[in-house]
C-alpha cells in the first residue's frame, strides 16, 4: 500500500531486543467532574464530585486491538477523551503515541483516528465527498495519497451510492460509515472508536466490521473500541477490558475472557413437538425445557460453536418452528465478572 | 492554508445553496433601507439639509453600505460554537489537526464572501438605482474600504467568537448575545452614525471596538473621508483585530482547559 503511514523512527526499525514503545499507556488515570446537585427542600445546590475515572492503569502494544466495555456510565468516553487530548484528568498520567495528549493535541490528531458514534465530524450539509476533500487538506494528504486512500475506503465501506449527498440525507448507517471513513482517511497508526455500531442494524454493523477487520489486517493499526455489542468484541478484538465504576475489573486475552465466563449465548428453540433433552455438541448444554418440553433454551458458548452449526445439529434431531438468539448484554457479563471475583 | 482554503469555499457553497433564504434576507435587507432612509431624510430636512456632516446622498450611502454589510458581518450575531460547546460537538473540532479559531474563521470568510455578494450587493444596487449613493472620487478609497471590510468582517467574528466561547462557563448564553448585539448595533454606528451621537457616547463608542466594525468600512468605502483621513482608521482596525485575536484564543485555551465535555 502506498498509503501515508506515520511512524515514528524508533517504531520504523526497532531492534530486536528493544521492546516497543506501547501504543497506549495509561498509569493511575483519574477524572472527577464537578456536578452541582439540587438540594431537596432548598434552591441551594449542593457541590458533588463525581468519579468518572478512578485509577485505571492500561498499556497497549502497538498493533493490539482492545475492547474496552463496561456499563453505561462505567468511565469508558471519559477514558476515551482524555485518551484523545479534550479532557484534562484529574490525576495520574497518560501517554499516546509517545505524546501528551493534553499538550500535543493537534500532532496527535494527525496521528490518531476516532469516531465518537453519537457525533460527527462531517459536515452536515455538503454532500459527503467534500468532507474528505476537506479532511485531506487538514491531513496534508496530497490529491494522489487522498484519492487512492479513499477509493480503497469507498470501496471497502461501500459509500459509492452516497458519495454525492449531503450528510444530513444519509442514513444512520451510511453516516457512521462514512464517519469511519473520515477516521481512517489519513491511514492513522491508532484508531479510537467509541460506540462505532451503535444504533445500527445487523448487517451495517456486520460490513463495518469486515472493513475494520481488513483495514487493520493490512495497515497493522492499534485498535481502542468501546462498545455495548460484544460480537464488535468478539469479531474486532483479541483483548479485552472491562471498566465498572471507573476502575478496571478484567484485563486479559479475549480467549482467557470466554473461558472465564463459560457460555454465554443463548437459543431458545421451539420445537414442533415436545421433546425431552436434546443431545448437543460441544460445550452446549441445556439450560432450561420449558412449555412441556416444546421450549428449550440452549447455552453455549459462541466461540468454539457457531449458531448454524449447533441448529443442523438439533435439526437432525427434531422439528424446530421458532427460535431467538440472545447475546449477553454488557451488563451481564459486568454483574459475572464481579461474582466470580467476589467483589459483587 | 489548503484546509482553510477549502473549508472556506465549501462554506461559500453551502451558503449558495440557501437560495429562499437569501431571497428573503435581499427583500427584507432593502425593505429595512428605505425604512431607515426616510427617517435618516427626514431629520437631514428638518436639520435644513446637513446634519453633522451627512447630506442626503450622503446619508443614502449610509444606509445601503450599512444593510448591504449587515448579513456579511452578521451584525444579530451567531449561535453555532455556542450550541456546540454545550452539546459537547465541540469535542470533534478540538480533534481537528488544526486551528480551532483558523476553521471558524476561514468558515466565516467563505460565508461572508457570499452573504456579501448574495445578500449584500442586491439592496445596495437597488438603493443606488432609487436614492442614488454619494461614490468615492479617489479610486484609492475602494482598495481602502476592501481591506476596511475585511478587518471589519474579521472583528465581528472575533467578537461574536467571544460572546460564544462563554459558553464554557455559561449554561445559556442566549442573554450574552442580545445584550451584545444591541450594544453592538448601536456603538458600531449602524443604527446612526456615531458623528450624531452626543459628546458622551461618542467617546464611548470611540474607546470600543465596535466603530470599526461598521462605521469605518462604511466611512472608507462611501468617500465620506479620504484614503488619508481612512488610514489612521484602518490602523485602528488592525489594532482591535491583534487585541480580540489575542483575547479570544486565551479565551478558548481557559475553556478548552476547564471543558467538561457533556455527552457520551
Ligand atoms: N460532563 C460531565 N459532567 C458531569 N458528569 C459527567 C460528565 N460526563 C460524564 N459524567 C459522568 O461520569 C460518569 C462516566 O461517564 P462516561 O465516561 O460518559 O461513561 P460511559 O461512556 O462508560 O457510558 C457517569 O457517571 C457520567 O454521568
Ligand atoms: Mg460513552
Redesign the interface.
Known amino acids: 500500500m502506498n498509503t501515508p503511514q506515520q511512524i515514528t523512527p524508533d517504531q520504523h526499525a526497532p531492534e530486536p531486543s528493544e521492546p516497543l514503545e506501547p501504543a497506549l499507556e495509561l498509569s493511575g488515570l483519574r477524572r472527577d467532574?464537578?456536578v452541582r446537585a439540587p438540594v431537596p427542600g432548598s434552591r441551594r445546590r449542593r457541590r458533588q464530585v463525581v468519579r468518572a475515572v478512578d485509577d485505571i492503569s492500561l498499556s497497549i502494544r502497538p498493533g493490539e486491538a482492545v475492547g474496552f466495555v463496561g456499563a453505561n456510565g462505567a468511565g469508558k468516553?471519559t477514558t476515551i477523551?482524555m485518551m484523545?487530548?479534550?479532557?484534562?484528568p484529574t490525576g495520574g498520567s497518560l501517554r499516546v503515541l509517545g505524546r501528551e495528549p493534553v499538550a500535543e493535541?493537534?500532532?496527535l490528531?494527525?496521528e490518531i483516528g476516532?469516531v465518537?458514534?453519537?457525533?460527527?465530524?462531517l459536515?452536515w450539509?455538503?454532500p459527503l465527498r467534500?468532507s474528505y476533500?476537506?479532511l485531506g487538506?487538514?491531513?496534508r494528504l496530497t490529491d494522489r495519497q487522498r484519492d487512492a486512500r479513499l477509493e480503497r475506503l469507498v470501496d471497502g465501506l461501500d459509500l459509492g451510492a452516497f458519495l454525492g449527498r449531503p450528510v444530513r440525507q444519509l442514513s444512520l448507517g451510511q453516516r457512521m460509515r462514512g464517519e469511519v471513513a473520515a477516521a481512517l482517511l489519513h491511514s492513522p497508526q491508532l484508531v479510537v472508536l467509541?460506540?462505532p455500531t451503535i444504533g445500527l442494524d445487523m448487517v451495517s454493523k456486520e460490513g463495518l466490521r469486515r472493513f475494520l477487520r481488513e483495514d487493520r489486517a493490512e495497515r497493522g493499526t492499534t485498535l481502542f473500541l468501546t462498545t455495548h455489542d460484544m460480537n464488535d468484541v468478539e469479531r474486532l478484538c483479541d483483548r479485552i477490558v472491562v471498566v465498572n465504576s471507573g476502575t478496571v475489573a478484567y484485563d486479559g486475552p479475549l480467549d482467557s475472557f470466554r473461558a472465564h465466563l463459560g457460555a454465554p449465548r443463548e437459543l431458545v428453540v421451539d420445537l414442533a413437538e415436545p421433546a425431552a433433552a436434546l443431545s448437543l455438541p460441544g460445550s452446549a448444554e441445556t439450560a432450561a425445557v420449558e412449555a412441556d418440553g416444546i421450549r428449550h433454551r440452549i447455552r453455549f458458548s459462541g466461540a468454539e460453536l457457531t449458531v448454524p452449526a449447533l441448529l443442523s445439529a438439533i435439526g437432525a434431531q427434531v422439528e424446530v418452528r421458532d427460535l431467538s438468539l440472545t447475546e449477553p448484554a454488557i451488563e451481564d457479563l459486568v454483574r459475572e465478572i464481579y461474582g466470580r471475583s467476589g467483589l459483587a | 492554508m489548503?484546509?482553510y482554503?477549502?473549508?472556506a469555499s465549501?462554506s461559500f457553497?453551502?451558503y449558495s445553496?440557501y437560495r429562499m433564504a437569501t431571497a428573503a434576507g435581499v427583500f427584507t435587507n432593502t425593505i429595512f433601507g428605505f425604512i431607515r432612509a426616510s427617517i435618516l431624510f427626514a431629520a437631514i430636512t428638518t436639520a435644513g439639509g446637513e446634519l453633522s456632516g451627512y447630506t442626503i446622498a450622503q446619508a443614502a450611502t449610509y444606509v445601503w453600505l450599512g444593510q448591504a454589510l449587515l448579513a456579511p458581518i452578521e451584525a444579530f450575531g451567531t449561535r453555532e460554537v455556542s450550541q456546540r460547546v454545550h452539546q459537547?460537538?465541540v469535542?470533534?473540532d478540538?480533534?481537528?489537526?488544526?486551528?480551532f479559531l483558523g476553521l471558524y474563521y476561514a468558515q466565516k470568510l467563505g460565508r461572508s464572501a457570499f452573504l456579501l455578494l448574495g445578500r449584500g450587493i442586491p439592496p445596495l444596487v437597488i438603493g443606488a438605482l432609487v436614492t442614488g449613493l454619494a461614490l468615492p472620487e479617489d479610486p484609492l478609497s475602494y482598495l481602502l474600504g476592501a481591506f476596511s471590510l475585511l478587518a471589519a468582517i474579521t472583528l465581528a467574528f472575533l467578537a461574536d467568537m467571544m460572546v460564544n466561547l462563554a459558553a464554557f462557563w455559561l449554561i445559556e448564553t442566549r442573554g450574552l448575545t442580545v445584550v451584545y448585539t444591541a450594544v453592538m448595533n448601536l456603538l458600531s454606528g449602524f443604527l446612526i452614525p456615531i458623528l450624531w451621537f452626543p459628546d458622551w457616547l461618542l467617546g464611548i463608542a470611540r474607546a470600543t471596538p465596535f466603530p470599526s466594525m461598521i462605521q469605518t468600512p462604511i466611512d472608507t468605502l462611501s468617500g465620506r473621508i479620504t484614503p488619508l483621513e481612512a488610514l489612521p482608521l484602518l490602523g485602528v482596525q488592525a489594532g482591535w483585530v491583534l487585541v480580540l485575536a489575542v483575547a479570544a484564543h486565551l479565551m478558548l485555551r481557559l475553556g478548552?482547559?476547564s471543558?467538561?465535555?457533556q455527552?457520551?
Open positions: 467532574y464537578v468516553s477523551k484523545t487530548g479534550i479532557l484534562t493535541r493537534k500532532q490528531a494527525r476516532v465518537f458514534g453519537q457525533r460527527s465530524q459536515w450539509d455538503l467534500d476533500t476537506i487538506a487538514m491531513h467509541d460506540e | 489548503p484546509t482554503w477549502s473549508i465549501a457553497r453551502q445553496t459537547g460537538e469535542a470533534v478540538l480533534l481537528r489537526p488544526a486551528s478548552v482547559r471543558m467538561e465535555v455527552g457520551g
